[in-house]
């Protein structure tokens, strides 16, 4: 993408609404534009990223065996009624009534509408297990929305939900959700950790909520600094198996790491006092087994082995999608702005022209920028007739985590700069060579 | 995909409140479930259809040079009362009030939003050209929603918005619409006649509406039959070229052809007798320049070259994406099911074992299915245990293009039989020529 075709209107001052470092960043770099309060357009560049983790979202939940579907924005309250959450649910429930006077809500979660597809289609224990998930706009209406995208109204969330005949293999499906989560959050270059977590209004037993460390976490979180040293790593998983599930499962949840809804002073105080931790964390997740609830209170059973009619064992699970934007931002950057992970950045690499206009260089600049396109990279070429240090303010406001700059010096001696936005570190070398090093970087990425 | 392990609860009878083809199809195949009148849940079927058109219109958008955002489904009253269209939009028009008693609307489109993200970043010409678009689900409360995702109520539209200096350059916007309109058609197999149309609530002068030839069109269309010879093929296109673009809007255009709306019996008349048509359409698009309407309303101007505020000129453009699924099966079906076009296709090819459980032919289809999927393929395996019949109609019903046939018999001569879901033929080969020629067939949707 040439800059001069794109659209990234950045923000010189930064935003006095703006209390966090993500609401700022995400306004600054022309990502987000508030629509209303807690509603958000998302400016191309913004919506890259979103495309990006929505993407990563569905890779990681194919792999696992989850299927893919969508269900509408807008629900019909009787569904509620059934499940007994429409007077429950309280004032964050958005009610809306349609031209013939039906009532109607904007979800803010999908267990009633999925159940109600699973019970309208399934009735045999030969079609579990079911694992059905969509990634879609829901509304929770906030009495004081803040934080930009990380406490909106209007959010993108993954929403997942299992049917299996019993407690054991609803229970495997949530220790399958568990790594598949693991894997995902690692994808975009985060540490999530899984901490017991308190089931509130969905109801159940068994839930973890999954929270990535940042000094502006809305939750205080206790932990075994143990937790921090478990990575995913590039291991193969083989999602049917139990055993290497729940095997993973203990592996990241034995150690202690709880918020403060569960947190338990005495468990606490048996860490040897180093390894004690108090911090601050945002959610990202959360998965629930939650039995019966729903498949009883609306019909949803299957014939078991056995004949009989037999209630299946369910559980949802959550991803902020659109959170997941702020979370990335407020556990990655530094003064000058945002540091992508690779995993999610929205260009793979900047070129700078520093003489744009000069033949040599424009000539480099395109060359370079063909050069990536048809190795498979994605690159926003600045080439705008602007100073230098006005395009070095950009590039690392929007942090992408790779540079190429260009200049007339460094071509007379056949060579460009590449610049690492983590480090700051730049290392000079031939166009090619460039290309080649941002092509191995970026191979486990594509 | 195993279809053992898919979502695809296809129906045996045909639901009694369809009235049209593509309606019966979707319910029957499994694609699409109503949650309440007007509005669907895409099931996985239906979803992955969704997904493939809602990326050609991206692939082609972007290579007109469009630069795709996302605007929220939720926006302000306040905004729609500047331009003077809170009011007069009528009933179809979802009013909501949030907890704190403002006044919301579920977006029917999105000229004002997308006005307000403009004036607040754009200020000068020299940012301009300028069209910004974006893929989202919509919503107008028809008063008799009907025909399936048709005529639905929550919809996914691809709605885009050009920002011009001049009358001349937003014309070529309106043309490059044209022209990456016919080549996303084209792509998804569909033959949509631009035809001058009526503006409607949107206002403006210039429209032209892109109509499907079906028989359960909503609109009478009048045209000269030698638009039907024009094809886009596959010709490069400079979309900066504001001739070649005008050619092929000419080209596209010239000869004969309205809805009712705008019918001109006189003009008709002079088309020779032979080439008069009278028909019905699906309206699958629209594109409008609409000038300074919106900008002049909310004070969308920018600084001319002369120093001058100058209102931006407008158009906008649209594509129904959800009801593009039903326009395509109304369009391309016969008794036994769909017959999706190979750019759609959810799978790219069924494969249907005859001896579900015989060692020879289950390890047959399991190499066809890793040799599909190696060869960048997307392949459903009918892998359950069920009669021949049985997975035959499933095949013709859901309309893969491409079925492969594994049984015993033809394994003992080395062969498996590759059979054209269009014509009904079928050929014997050996597996790997199955394969090489269902790569060869795909080669240009990949």
């Known amino acids: 993408m040439r800059l001069s075709r794109y659209f990234l209107p950045v923000l010189k001052e930064t935003p006095s609404e703006a209390q966090i470092v993500s609401h700022r960043y995400m306004l600054r770099a022309g990502m987000i534009k508030q629509a209303q309060a807690g509603i958000y357009s998302w400016l191309p560049l913004g919506f890259k990223v979103l495309k990006r983790i929505e993407q990563i979202v569905h890779e990681e939940q194919e792999r696992a065996g989850h299927?893919?579907?969508?269900?509408?924005?807008?629900?019909?309250?009787?569904?509620?009624?059934?499940?007994?959450?429409?007077?429950?649910?309280?004032?964050?429930?958005?009610?809306?009534?349609?031209?013939?006077?039906?009532?109607m809500l904007y979800g803010p979660t999908n267990e009633e509408l999925i159940t109600d597809i699973f019970r309208s289609h399934v009735s045999s224990y030969k079609d579990l297990p079911l694992t059905l998930y969509h990634i879609q706009w829901k509304f929770r209406d906030e009495v004081r929305p803040r934080f930009g995208v990380m406490r909106g109204r209007e959010f993108l969330m993954k929403d997942g939900y299992n049917f299996d005949l019993t407690k054991e293999a609803a229970l495997h499906a949530y220790n399958r959700h568990l790594v598949s989560y693991l894997r995902t959050y690692e994808r975009m270059g985060l540490q999530a950790i899984p901490m017991r977590a308190d089931s509130g209004p969905i109801g159940g037993d068994d839930t973890h909520e999954f929270l990535v460390l940042a000094d502006t976490g809305e939750s205080e979180v206790f932990y075994d600094s143990a937790v921090t040293d478990l990575t995913f790593g590039d291991r193969a998983i083989d999602y049917d198996s139990v055993e290497e599930c729940a095997g993973i499962m203990r592996e990241f949840t034995?150690?202690?790491?709880?918020?403060?809804?569960?947190?338990?002073?005495?468990?606490?105080?048996?860490?040897?006092?180093?390894?004690?931790?108090?911090?601050?964390?945002?959610?990202?997740?959360?998965?629930?087994?939650?039995?019966?609830?729903?498949?009883?209170?609306?019909?949803?059973?299957?014939?078991?082995?056995?004949?009989?009619?037999?209630?299946?064992?369910?559980?949802?699970?959550?991803?902020?999608?659109?959170?997941?934007?702020?979370?990335?931002?407020?556990?990655?950057?530094?003064?000058?702005?945002?540091?992508?992970?690779?995993?999610?950045?929205?260009?793979?690499?900047?070129?700078?022209?520093?003489?744009?206009?000069?033949?040599?260089?424009?000539?480099?600049?395109?060359?370079?920028?063909?050069?990536?396109?048809?190795?498979?990279?994605?690159?926003?070429?600045?080439?705008?007739?602007?100073?230098?240090?006005?395009?070095?303010?950009?590039?690392?406001?929007?942090?992408?985590?790779?540079?190429?700059?260009?200049?007339?010096?460094?071509?007379?001696?056949?060579?460009?700069?590449?610049?690492?936005?983590?480090?700051?570190?730049s290392e000079e070398m031939a166009p090619e060579a460039a290309v080649a090093r941002l092509v191995e970087i970026y191979a486990k990425h594509l």
């Open 67 to 103: 299927i893919p579907l969508l269900m509408p924005t807008l629900q019909s309250a009787d569904l509620w009624r059934e499940s007994g959450r429409y007077d429950d649910y309280g004032e964050e429930m958005l009610r809306i009534t349609d031209r013939h006077g039906r009532d």
């Open 254 to 425: 034995e150690k202690y790491a709880r918020t403060d809804e569960t947190h338990d002073e005495a468990k606490f105080n048996e860490i040897p006092e180093e390894r004690r931790r108090v911090a601050r964390g945002i959610e990202v997740g959360q998965i629930f087994y939650f039995g019966t609830k729903y498949s009883e209170a609306m019909g949803a059973t299957v014939q078991g082995p056995d004949g009989k009619p037999t209630p299946v064992h369910m559980g949802s699970h959550g991803i902020g999608v659109s959170r997941l934007l702020g979370a990335i931002i407020e556990a990655s950057h530094d003064d000058k702005g945002i540091i992508w992970p690779e995993g999610v950045t929205p260009f793979h690499v900047g070129i700078v022209n520093l003489k744009q206009g000069d033949a040599e260089a424009d000539g480099a600049c395109e060359g370079l920028e063909t050069a990536l396109i048809n190795a498979g990279l994605d690159p926003l070429y600045d080439d705008r007739k602007e100073r230098a240090g006005g395009k070095f303010a950009t590039m690392d406001l929007i942090g992408l985590p790779w540079r190429i700059t260009v200049g007339p010096r460094g071509l007379k001696n056949g060579v460009v700069e590449l610049t690492s936005r983590r480090t700051g570190e």
